[in-house]
């Protein structure tokens, strides 16, 4: 069963979801991070399916994102060093040591420094569609957040969860599901500027510098499962990771776009499940 709760870290409060195993398995909980715009909410069918399988689940929302806290940027600077920080901080106040870490979309390439920063905390890494190289842009959609005056408009529209989510997911969302991503935006008007604050401080070729670097000295086992229809971010990066270490392997999910875990959490659930599973030789 899916819980939802909430941790004072420092200052900062941080929501987050959770699924305990009625019958848990060994394996370190799985700590699955999330992209802009959306909030912990899209990994809840991942969730429920590593649930059943045995695995404790747990998904938080980023400061400035869903439910967590909206501080002021002279509170918190929304750079990636500070929500690299601000990870660090939620993993250690859950106690949580060990984790399998799960990526997806643009910020959550900040929980990548992370783990490379501390890799005796990270047990297997696995990669959804995610940001990995110097040469990726901020797709259109993204970067008017960014824009003077136009972003300060189209942030507070929390319609812009609908656009950015079915545009890069390439589906239709039930709108069920869109009411309950669209509620931070409905609710107050922090949440849309942080999300023009942090778009605007990623810094993003800086920070897939940091990334490409992390990678030459990564030794954890990792698993990239990618959409492989994504029309903001190709393929090519994950593949010549993957053919190029023989700890890093690639799942291609060929229908697949941005957000794989809203549309194909089956297919993105077995492939985890095997992978968490599997012995290291």
Avoid: C
């Avoid at 931070?184 to 999300?195: D, E, F, H």
């Amino acid at each position: 069963m899916m819980t939802e709760q909430t941790i004072t870290v420092g200052s900062v409060e941080w929501f987050y979801r959770e699924v305990t195993p009625t019958n848990p398995n060994q394996k370190p909980p799985v700590v699955l991070v999330h992209g802009l715009p959306s909030h912990s909410y899209i990994w809840r069918r991942v969730m429920d399916n590593l649930g059943d399988q045995g695995f404790r689940a747990i998904a938080p929302d980023w400061v400035g994102s869903g439910f967590s806290a909206k501080p002021d940027k002279r509170d918190f600077a929304y750079t990636a060093a500070a929500y690299e920080k601000a990870f660090g901080e939620f993993l250690q106040t859950l106690e949580l040591d060990k984790i399998s870490l799960v990526v997806q979309g643009f910020l959550a390439s900040v929980a990548l420094q992370y783990a490379f920063n501390h890799p005796e905390t990270v047990d297997r890494l696995i990669i959804l569609n995610t940001p990995l190289s110097p040469a990726v842009k901020l797709p259109w959609l993204m970067q008017q957040w960014t824009i003077p005056f136009m972003g300060d408009m189209v942030t507070q529209d929390p319609l812009l969860v609908d656009r950015t989510l079915e545009k890069g997911s390439g589906f239709v969302i039930e709108d069920q599901d869109l009411d309950i991503l669209r509620q931070p935006y409905l609710k107050s008007s922090a949440v849309g500027r942080a999300l023009l604050t942090t778009t605007k401080n990623l810094k993003l070729s800086q920070t897939m510098k940091t990334i490409e670097e992390g990678f030459s000295g990564w030794e954890v086992p990792t698993l990239i499962l990618w959409g492989m229809a994504d029309p903001w971010l190709s393929a090519d990066i994950p593949e010549k990771l993957a053919a190029n270490a023989s700890h890093i392997e690639m799942v291609k999910l060929e229908e697949a776009k941005h957000y794989p875990q809203e549309h194909w959490p089956k297919e993105v659930s077995e492939g985890m499940v095997s992978f968490l599973r599997r012995q290291v030789v």
